[in-house]
């Protein structure tokens, strides 16, 4: 080959590559444009602040779907903060040779396993020997999407944490569990409240798992052991639904959510922005 | 993220029990205490996946006892007689799957190739931020925009000229419908390339820049390079990335639930409606009025997270071959 034709060849490659970049980000452009164009004229106060109307009234909101939503993570959270933390620390510390290599192979895996599965599985252990859908079914199923994403995170922060720090602390005599609570966890602060901002944003907007656990509900949150709303599964129905009115309120509903989602992660963006450089 | 490079080498091992001597009284009660604890979290992670594959057989157990191998060959799918055969989810789910990898891979690696060796320093930030928020986007976001401006578009416009200059092609023939197997493919693979364009950019920055700069000094163009020393040397990482697409394409719900049409038959065209795996779980499974029909719902189920598992722990080892354990860790 002439080095023109290579020269031609390597300008042509670069484009298609810058032009293959600019095709992926596109739908990312077109649908948030879209939900802005469609949404934003139902959003409103009353949109946050009353319950769904019954089909041919106008107007009401999704407040129980957000409150809802807002109950499950937090159940949620409850439940994969201490174990994804705890975990993380000792994947970071611990010298054993397997386990940690299988632990952390596991938590990719089941960081791929669709979200449908984990809500089979909470409907398993909850729902059928409950007798009924619940809040804590919908609030399990969006933990085990929720622990292996903090596992991962906070292994990754815990390892930055520099060695001397943990040094002066045995220094001065420390115990281990004393060294990891007060000198290792605090310095690796940021970038744990990260990562748990990041599966927040996650699960915020998992529908699938939600389906058969929290089913959903049309009223006010009425106890842990009964059915509940949440803004995913709202936006779902009403996309769905053959009414115009609750098309208009599927597209505020996920204006709405997106922007939380979009917030929440620029947010944990901006939190590790100093750490990302370091490394 | 950037490169993953633990930065503290031997975080690891040394600094996890100190010299005897220096330990408290405390110490020596609460160090084992805090080691369970911590190695008991870990351990959750073990019986959480291995009671996942548990729960999933069990629950399912009724519907492999009664149809065997039968299940997964046959395509009745038919409650009100309790014969189940899941033939055409599978179907739909490795077509929607592929037709999705198969526009997303050359979209993601370019991609992945521009953001990794190609774009000037202040393009690459703002990229790789929009190509993550797009992988933020929950599913039934995705598939309220297939509805409503997906559908209608592959309806009115993309289906009519389709057929029109490929009709004779079995695969673009039918009515157009708009839902069907194309718009799930479709909306797949919007879904699929941010994961697979994230990956594949860290494993190309994985790969050293030796390899780069040997390439460059025999003359060769960039283009040149990247294809011989970057490219090649990243391999497998990079069939890692297309493997852990395909992994979300196969359990993605409720985007495609929306757009495919739920029809549980075997068509040669795009254009028809079709069904996966996971849509007939979502779909279905709170309509399921018998044990089997519940049974037979969970083992599809159970099928679609043995074919994750699979593919997801192939892509890992293939990733963490080129980028370490680190590589992809969040994705």
């Known amino acids: 080959m002439t080095p023109t034709a290579r020269r031609r060849i390597d300008q042509a490659v670069s484009s298609l590559a810058a032009l293959s970049a600019m095709v992926v980000i596109a739908p990312l452009l077109m649908i948030f444009g879209f939900l802005i164009y469609q949404g934003a004229s139902a959003v409103n106060v009353d949109f946050f602040i009353h319950l769904p109307k019954p089909v041919g009234e106008t107007g009401g909101g999704v407040a129980n779907a957000i409150v809802g939503s807002l109950i499950m993570i937090g159940l949620a959270a409850c439940v994969a903060l201490p174990v994804g933390i705890l975990g993380g620390v000792y994947l970071a510390e611990s010298r054993e040779p397997r386990l940690p290599w299988v632990v952390r192979f596991l938590a990719d895996v089941l960081n791929g396993v669709p979200s449908i599965v984990f809500g089979i599985f909470a409907y398993t252990v909850v729902v059928l020997p409950m007798r009924r859908f619940s809040a804590f079914a919908g609030g399990l199923a969006l933990a085990f999407i929720m622990v292996p994403i903090i596992l991962r995170t906070t292994e990754e922060m815990v390892r930055l944490v520099p060695n001397a720090l943990r040094e002066a602390g045995f220094g001065i005599g420390l115990p281990q569990w004393k060294v990891t609570l007060h000198v290792v966890l605090p310095t690796a602060r940021a970038g744990i409240i990260t990562g748990v901002i990041v599966a927040i944003a996650r699960v915020a907007g998992e529908t699938a798992p939600l389906l058969f656990t929290a089913l959903g509900n049309r009223f006010w949150h009425q106890g842990f052991d009964q059915p509940i709303a949440a803004l995913p599964l709202q936006i779902y129905a009403y996309a769905i639904a053959p009414y115009d009115d609750w098309h208009r309120q599927a597209w505020a509903g996920a204006l709405v959510l997106i922007t939380l989602v979009f917030v929440t992660s620029l947010a944990a963006r901006l939190a590790t922005r100093g750490r990302t450089v370091a490394r | ?331």
């Not at chain 2, 408290?24 to 992670?45: E, M, N, T």
């Not at chain 2, 697979?196 to 000094?217: C, F, W």
């Not at chain 2, 011989?228 to 409720?254: N, P, Q």
Request: proline share 6%; charged share 10%; net charge positive.
């Open chain 2, 1 to 331: 993220m950037a490169r993953s490079v633990t930065l503290v080498e031997g975080a690891s091992g040394r600094a996890w029990r100190p010299p005897a001597a220096t330990r408290g009284r405390v110490g020596r009660i609460g160090d084992p205490l805090f080691r369970a604890l911590l190695k008991g979290s870990a351990w959750l992670v073990i019986l959480l996946a291995i009671g996942l594959v548990i729960a999933l057989a069990w629950e399912s157990s009724g519907a492999v006892r009664a149809f065997g191998l039968r299940f997964i060959v046959t395509s009745t799918w038919d409650p009100v007689a309790g014969d189940f055969g899941a033939l055409p989810f599978i179907y739909g789910t490795l077509v929607s799957s592929l037709l999705a990898l198969l526009l997303a891979v050359p979209l993601s690696l370019g991609a992945a190739i521009y953001l990794a060796e190609l774009a000037p320093a202040w393009v690459r930030p703002p990229v790789a931020f929009l190509i993550e928020m797009l992988a933020a986007v929950p599913s039934v976001v995705y598939g309220l925009w297939g509805i409503f401006v997906l559908v209608p578009w592959l309806r009115d416009w993309v289906q009519p000229s389709l057929g029109r200059w490929l009709g004779f092609l079995p695969l673009f023939s039918g009515p157009a419908y708009g839902v069907g197997m194309l718009a799930a493919g479709l909306i797949l693979s919007i879904m699929v390339v941010p994961y697979i364009t994230s990956v594949a950019r860290e494993v190309l920055l994985a790969v050293p820049n030796a390899q780069r700069e040997a390439a460059l000094g025999l003359g060769a163009t960039r283009w040149e390079a990247i294809r011989i020393a970057v490219l090649r040397y990243g391999r497998s990482g990079l069939i890692g990335a297309v493997l852990l697409g395909l992994g979300r394409a196969l359990g993605e719900t409720m985007a495609v639930t929306m757009v495919i049409g739920n029809r549980p038959a075997i068509a040669a065209s795009l254009f028809a409606p079709g069904y996966t795996m996971a849509s007939v779980v979502a779909n279905e499974f709170t309509e399921a009025t018998s044990d089997l029909y519940v049974a037979a719902l969970v083992e599809v189920g159970l099928l679609l997270l043995v074919v994750t598992i699979v593919v997801n722990a192939l892509a890992r080892l293939l990733v963490w071959s080129v980028g370490g354990p680190a590589a992809g860790a969040r994705e």
